[in-house]
């Protein structure tokens, strides 16, 4: 029976990039103790999804910055938060990056046919 010749891996593989060099730690970019304090305490006040979409799943597991931060927003005032799930914030960031709105265009077209 032939044998396979050995294969040589190196011993340590060399650490993978992080994104944390690119972006920063989340510490750099402002998620520190008091983030994670006010994070909770408005997930308490408001366990069910601001946002709402079609997907929602109801029980929200994130807080967003409605007028982002890159944008000038406060970081930690109340009235800039608003609870969401996964799927309503996947939807509003996407939204965001390909027309520049931090809103759901389903939001807003239901919206203008309530106003008409």
């Not at 992080?18 to 402002?30: W, Y």
């Not at 304090?37 to 929200?60: D, F, G, H, M, W």
């Amino acid at each position: 029976m032939p044998m396979r010749s050995p294969t040589f891996k190196p011993r340590f593989e060399a650490p993978a990039k992080s994104n944390d060099l690119v972006r920063g730690t989340a510490r750099e970019r402002g998620y520190d103790g008091s983030w994670r304090r006010v994070r909770l305490a408005k997930l308490q006040s408001n366990p069910i999804c601001e946002i709402q979409s079609e997907s929602c799943t109801v029980s929200a597991s994130l807080v967003d910055h409605r007028i982002p931060l890159t944008a000038g927003g406060d970081r930690l005032g109340w009235d800039n938060l608003r609870s969401a799930c996964c799927n309503c914030h996947a939807l509003v960031t996407q939204n965001f990056k390909e027309t520049g709105t931090y809103e759901l265009l389903t939001d807003v077209a239901v919206g203008a046919e309530t106003e008409i």
